[in-house]
């Protein structure tokens, strides 16, 4: 159901049945490592390029999620997800092998959660009875692309972030009742694109911030609630910067929220040592933290309400060679148990 201008209530809760989370070397010494199924020690994980890597693991979240349901692939009736690279290339390849009809997307750091989104409405409308979904990235492939490769060793500014090594997938299905404590999407609100005239690519949660307050505005407003609805409000990959900024755009809008329970994906997945400047970023970002940890902390008790709020720089690299300024997105889904 449309609520408001741009939400979508789901009333028969579709359910996060079970979940995969792969990640590379640096995620391995982070600190959410052990809500990671799969960790590889290096970032080739047995292929000749970084690419192929990537793809690896997409492949392997999604079988980890599709053994904990106890399900096969043929049981799933869509596979809808995306990720950085050009063409999506490591996600359609991967949707090539997995044979399972499939929806590619681009939202770039918000994918995890247009994903989500889309499966939960198709689910509750009864379009499908179980469905993959997640998104995914991989530090060395993203950063050959978007700005350097790593070899080079380009140094980067204290706004810049860390594209983190990994993927996570859901198995969505339909909520028949026999689901006990497993997490369910309750709404979600779609994004609108938003551009301030930043053009500095090393400076992406400045940059998101104001799609990020956009929509959360949005979602307050269109379902009646606020912060205080939520044991947790988490965007997608703001880092330091954006998340601070966040927080004063709401507050100029006259909205409060406990810093206490506003985080940020790109915080968390790290440890402080870790010299990752400003935080972490990209699709496998809120996708890792997401089907990993957080949910994770829910089936503990840590948290009853969620509300996941992925961020997306819309930019590609011919954009900014041509001195475009960065249109930004974010998608948000809220998640109970």
Not at 8 to 29: C, K, M, R, Y
Not at 58 to 65: C, H, V
Request: aromatic content about 8%.
């Amino acid at each position: 159901m449309l609520k408001g201008k741009q939400s979508w209530l789901f009333d028969n809760h579709p359910v996060i049945q079970s979940t995969g989370v792969a990640g590379g070397p640096f995620e391995g010494n982070g600190n959410l490592a052990k809500d990671f199924d799969i960790l590889h020690e290096d970032l080739w994980m047995g292929k000749t390029s970084y690419e192929q890597a990537h793809r690896v693991l997409l492949e392997e979240a999604t079988e980890t999620a599709l053994k904990k349901s106890g399900l096969s692939a043929e049981d799933a009736q869509f596979f809808i997800a995306g990720d950085l690279i050009n063409q999506i290339t490591p996600t359609s390849f991967a949707a090539r092998d997995l044979k399972v009809p499939y929806f590619g997307l681009f939202g770039a750091c918000s994918t995890s959660m247009e994903g989500l989104a889309m499966s939960s409405f198709i689910i509750n409308y009864k379009g499908a009875k179980n469905i993959l979904t997640g998104a995914s990235s991989h530090n060395a492939a993203v950063e050959k692309q978007f700005r350097y490769p790593t070899e080079y060793g380009g140094q980067k500014p204290p706004t810049a972030q860390w594209t983190v090594t990994g993927a996570g997938v859901a198995l969505l299905t339909e909520n028949d009742g026999t689901h006990e404590n497993c997490p369910y999407t309750t709404s979600a609100t779609i994004g609108r694109v938003m551009d301030m005239g930043l053009i500095d690519p090393f400076n992406m949660g400045g940059a998101m911030a104001p799609a990020a307050a956009d929509t959360i505005c949005a979602h307050f407003n269109d379902l009646g609630v606020d912060a205080s609805h939520y044991d947790l409000i988490v965007t997608g990959d703001l880092g330091k910067i954006g998340r601070d900024s966040v927080l004063a755009l709401l507050e100029e809008k006259g909205i409060h929220i406990d810093k206490n329970k506003f985080n940020d994906c790109g915080l968390l997945i790290y440890k402080a040592d870790q010299p990752v400047q400003s935080g972490a970023s990209g699709p496998g970002c809120s996708a890792t933290v997401l089907y990993g940890h957080l949910l994770n902390e829910m089936k503990r008790g840590v948290y009853k309400r969620i509300l996941v709020v992925a961020t997306g720089a819309l930019l590609s690299p011919l954009t900014v060679q041509q001195g475009e300024s960065i249109p930004c997105i974010a998608h948000a889904v809220s998640i109970e148990i």
